[in-house]
């Protein structure tokens, strides 16, 4: 949480968000728990309605209760879970990648596109992390090099109290 | 010494540290669970059909442990909002809440949801006839009392109402989730598995009968290498009372040593007899009822060979969805492990769910579990040492702990429709 959110109307505001994630999530077990007792669903389309609702579900966790909301605009978290992410997503893909099966291309059970869609995620995968890790670096040595004649600053106060 | 940026952000970062800290610990978690998660997908891929979660797992009771584990989520939540409004006594109230919720989830998951499976038995039968006949035996009850509701969609009225039950009400939803292009697929594999005798018949072990054995000495090798003495030593040790004379004899003529006695006790008379010198002779004497739920048995514990006998000669099983007449209970059917090709508890060893089900829940449990010893510590008088000198210092340091504790949340809120539904 960033330091101009801490005023007591604010916390007011965030406990009566929290209560209504709560009930958002709740609410959001308990449809899970009724479409699979009324309906009888394929695997893939269960999985695609129960992981659906998980990832609102988890949204508004990471938005709400892990105050992601607010903090967004703090760079080095946003970037690790973007890093996160595309991890995550290229392991998905290698995933799909095996069960597509590169050397049985031709097989009729796998449409081309996964092993496709898969092979693009794990070209992505090492790619992004370059790409971003270089950004991360050039942009924290610009904001370091702003901040630095700040600290030194602070540090020389710090001194200053001690003796 | 001060630890640097507990409360003030850091320049650089635009964060205090352990934030940052805590953050990137998440992100090496997404990366464990996420290849646990990605394991789990390759499996269920790649399952045979009736093979996957067995129909055990209970949806009602996974959704009742999901709400207790997100109300403790809101709770830690508002417990870091009383710390920050400086209202500790409303941070603890709320604190001791998440504990309580976090203990009730591994609670349910360690006394009722893990155990439950290693007492739940499949059995298939060498026979299909023998299938056939325990199905009627079972299930000819349940059948007659609906049996206009089975009856109403079914064409083919020659199918015996215990078939058409079991059918119904446990397979062809619970475990035969085929869904081909074409019609009834799952019913096409629930026939095939009837005819062929290879469907399983599920529930629990009420009681059995086990071989009660005799042990007998048919000889003793002088050339064994053991000397006489302590060889009579050994048999002493077995129980063998008297003077020397009954020893000898026994080493001499041969002769029953224990009648009568437990698996247990008569392999470990074997092993100390073969051990000395001895040859030894097992054999079943007679059977004894007992009343217990076993553990952890599989098909190798029931037919093991004594003496030409099987150490345990029949169960008393009882089956699943199946109803007594009498009192409502499960069904009970004896079973000679004669006719038993295979008999298997839900172990991680005899499924692949199960195996890969105790290894996240179990993880994600050990996450649980560490989680209630950090909340515990920072209620403690220890932990609140740090509220009294540093509050802000404090509040963080609980903000940094929900951040861990919303993940545990976040990574069930996957688990729950991953294990339970699909």
Redesign the interface.
């Given at each position: 949480m960033s330091d101009s959110h801490d005023s007591p109307n604010f916390i007011q505001y965030l406990i009566k968000l929290f209560y209504l994630v709560g009930g958002v999530l709740v609410a959001g077990t308990l449809i899970t728990v009724i479409i699979d007792v009324a309906f009888k669903m394929s695997l893939a389309v269960s999985a695609i309605v129960g992981l659906s609702i998980a990832l609102v579900k988890a949204s508004f966790v990471v938005a709400i209760f892990m105050h992601y909301k607010w903090d967004k605009k703090l760079i080095m978290i946003t970037w690790t879970m973007i890093l996160t992410f595309i991890f995550f997503a290229g392991m998905m893909g290698l995933i799909m990648w095996a069960e597509g099966d590169i050397p049985r291309w031709g097989r009729e059970e796998v449409p081309v596109v996964w092993p496709v869609l898969a092979s693009l995620l794990g070209l992505i995968l090492p790619a992004s992390f370059a790409a971003l890790t270089i950004k991360i670096l050039s942009q924290s040595a610009a904001v370091a090099k702003e901040a630095a004649p700040k600290t030194k600053a602070k540090r020389v106060t710090r001194k200053k109290k001690k003796d | 010494m001060e630890i640097p940026f507990t409360v003030k952000?850091r320049?650089?970062?635009?964060?205090y540290n352990g934030?940052?800290g805590i953050?990137?610990f998440?992100?090496s978690e997404?990366?464990l669970f996420?290849?646990l998660f990605?394991s789990y997908?390759?499996l269920r891929?790649?399952a045979a059909d009736g093979t996957w979660s067995m129909g055990l797992m209970d949806?009602?009771v996974g959704?009742g442990n999901?709400?207790v584990l997100?109300?403790s989520?809101?709770f830690v939540?508002?417990a870091w909002?009383e710390l920050?409004?400086g209202n500790l006594a409303g941070y603890k109230k709320w604190k001791w809440a998440t504990v309580a919720c976090a203990v009730l989830f591994l609670m349910v998951k360690w006394a009722y949801e893990w155990p439950s499976k290693f007492v739940h038995y499949d059995v298939w039968f060498k026979n299909s006839a023998v299938l056939h006949q325990k199905v009627e035996e079972g299930y000819l009850y349940d059948g007659k009392k609906l049996e206009t509701e089975l009856l109403e969609e079914e064409d083919d009225a020659k199918l015996s109402l215990a078939r058409l039950y079991l059918e119904k009400e446990i397979y062809v939803?619970r475990f035969f989730?085929t869904?081909s292009k074409e019609d009834g697929g799952s019913r096409k594999a629930f026939n095939q598995a009837w005819d062929t005798g290879s469907l399983a018949l599920s529930g629990h072990i009420n009681g059995y009968d086990e071989a009660q054995i005799n042990v007998e000495i048919s000889g003793w090798k002088s050339d064994s290498g053991v000397l006489e003495a302590n060889a009579d030593k050994v048999l002493l040790k077995l129980g063998v009372s008297g003077d020397q004379g009954v020893t000898k004899k026994l080493r001499n003529q041969g002769g029953i040593l224990k009648e009568m006695v437990g698996y247990d006790e008569a392999k470990r008379a074997e092993y100390e007899l073969t051990k000395a010198g001895f040859s030894v002779n097992l054999s079943v004497a007679g059977y004894e009822s007992v009343k217990a739920h076993p553990w952890f048995w599989r098909t190798g514990r029931i037919n093991e060979d004594i003496g030409g006998k099987p150490r345990v000669k029949s169960i008393l099983f009882a089956l699943d969805e199946s109803h007594n007449e009498e009192n409502g209970d499960h069904k009970e059917i004896s079973i000679n492990t004669d006719d038993v090709k295979r008999l298997n508890s839900y172990e991680p060893k005899h499924s692949t769910f199960f195996g890969i089900y105790y290894t996240i829940t179990g993880l994600h449990a050990a996450h649980v579990f560490g989680g209630i010893i950090v909340m515990l510590y920072n209620l403690l008088p220890i932990g609140l040492k740090t509220w009294h000198r540093d509050r802000e210092q404090y509040a963080n340091r609980i903000?940094c702990f929900?951040?861990f504790w919303?993940?545990v949340?976040?990574v069930w809120?996957?688990l729950?429709?991953?294990l339970?539904?699909?």
């Amino acid at each position: 949480m960033s330091d101009s959110h801490d005023s007591p109307n604010f916390i007011q505001y965030l406990i009566k968000l929290f209560y209504l994630v709560g009930g958002v999530l709740v609410a959001g077990t308990l449809i899970t728990v009724i479409i699979d007792v009324a309906f009888k669903m394929s695997l893939a389309v269960s999985a695609i309605v129960g992981l659906s609702i998980a990832l609102v579900k988890a949204s508004f966790v990471v938005a709400i209760f892990m105050h992601y909301k607010w903090d967004k605009k703090l760079i080095m978290i946003t970037w690790t879970m973007i890093l996160t992410f595309i991890f995550f997503a290229g392991m998905m893909g290698l995933i799909m990648w095996a069960e597509g099966d590169i050397p049985r291309w031709g097989r009729e059970e796998v449409p081309v596109v996964w092993p496709v869609l898969a092979s693009l995620l794990g070209l992505i995968l090492p790619a992004s992390f370059a790409a971003l890790t270089i950004k991360i670096l050039s942009q924290s040595a610009a904001v370091a090099k702003e901040a630095a004649p700040k600290t030194k600053a602070k540090r020389v106060t710090r001194k200053k109290k001690k003796d | 010494m001060e630890i640097p940026f507990t409360v003030k952000p850091r320049p650089d970062t635009g964060l205090y540290n352990g934030k940052l800290g805590i953050w990137l610990f998440l992100a090496s978690e997404v990366m464990l669970f996420g290849a646990l998660f990605s394991s789990y997908v390759l499996l269920r891929v790649g399952a045979a059909d009736g093979t996957w979660s067995m129909g055990l797992m209970d949806v009602v009771v996974g959704a009742g442990n999901t709400m207790v584990l997100i109300a403790s989520s809101m709770f830690v939540v508002l417990a870091w909002a009383e710390l920050k409004q400086g209202n500790l006594a409303g941070y603890k109230k709320w604190k001791w809440a998440t504990v309580a919720c976090a203990v009730l989830f591994l609670m349910v998951k360690w006394a009722y949801e893990w155990p439950s499976k290693f007492v739940h038995y499949d059995v298939w039968f060498k026979n299909s006839a023998v299938l056939h006949q325990k199905v009627e035996e079972g299930y000819l009850y349940d059948g007659k009392k609906l049996e206009t509701e089975l009856l109403e969609e079914e064409d083919d009225a020659k199918l015996s109402l215990a078939r058409l039950y079991l059918e119904k009400e446990i397979y062809v939803e619970r475990f035969f989730k085929t869904f081909s292009k074409e019609d009834g697929g799952s019913r096409k594999a629930f026939n095939q598995a009837w005819d062929t005798g290879s469907l399983a018949l599920s529930g629990h072990i009420n009681g059995y009968d086990e071989a009660q054995i005799n042990v007998e000495i048919s000889g003793w090798k002088s050339d064994s290498g053991v000397l006489e003495a302590n060889a009579d030593k050994v048999l002493l040790k077995l129980g063998v009372s008297g003077d020397q004379g009954v020893t000898k004899k026994l080493r001499n003529q041969g002769g029953i040593l224990k009648e009568m006695v437990g698996y247990d006790e008569a392999k470990r008379a074997e092993y100390e007899l073969t051990k000395a010198g001895f040859s030894v002779n097992l054999s079943v004497a007679g059977y004894e009822s007992v009343k217990a739920h076993p553990w952890f048995w599989r098909t190798g514990r029931i037919n093991e060979d004594i003496g030409g006998k099987p150490r345990v000669k029949s169960i008393l099983f009882a089956l699943d969805e199946s109803h007594n007449e009498e009192n409502g209970d499960h069904k009970e059917i004896s079973i000679n492990t004669d006719d038993v090709k295979r008999l298997n508890s839900y172990e991680p060893k005899h499924s692949t769910f199960f195996g890969i089900y105790y290894t996240i829940t179990g993880l994600h449990a050990a996450h649980v579990f560490g989680g209630i010893i950090v909340m515990l510590y920072n209620l403690l008088p220890i932990g609140l040492k740090t509220w009294h000198r540093d509050r802000e210092q404090y509040a963080n340091r609980i903000e940094c702990f929900g951040l861990f504790w919303h993940f545990v949340d976040l990574v069930w809120i996957f688990l729950f429709p991953v294990l339970y539904i699909l």
